[in-house]
């Protein structure tokens, strides 16, 4: 069994910066596609970001594209998501999302796409 630990979470101010990790037992991270997502208080889960393996553009959904990065530490079998200028539409509860051994195309939304979650970490963005 996959388990999925994000850490990095917390109480940011409005314009701040944060970096949020996503570690795993398991060296088959780094041979898939890694998600972040997010979920609000009374939304539903979204797509953040995506790293699809090496050599591969990731993927950012619009409200986040221009401030955000996802990038991987293969050494460490972790998924970084770094995201400045932060807005309070940002707070959420932000989760990790992993296909083992399969780089997603196509849309990389939906939740069902994903094997494997994380428990997810909290962040509030809020002046």
């Known amino acids: 069994q996959v388990q999925l630990v994000e850490s990095g979470g917390g109480l940011v101010p409005i314009g701040g910066s944060l970096k949020l990790s996503c570690t795993t037992s398991e060296r088959t991270i780094t041979a898939g596609t890694t998600a972040w997502f997010r979920q609000a208080p009374g939304k539903e889960r979204e797509f953040v970001a995506a790293h699809r393996g090496p050599g591969r553009v990731p993927v950012y959904d619009d409200s986040v594209k221009g401030r955000s990065t996802v990038s991987r530490d293969a050494a460490k079998n972790t998924v970084y998501l770094e995201m400045n200028q932060l807005k309070p539409e940002d707070t959420g509860v932000y989760y990790c999302?992993?296909?083992?051994?399969?780089?997603?195309?196509?849309?990389?939304?939906?939740?069902?796409?994903?094997?494997?979650w994380g428990q997810g970490t909290q962040v509030t963005v809020s002046s």
């Open positions: 999302a992993a296909k083992i051994n399969v780089i997603l195309v196509g849309d990389l939304r939906p939740t069902y796409r994903y094997d494997y």
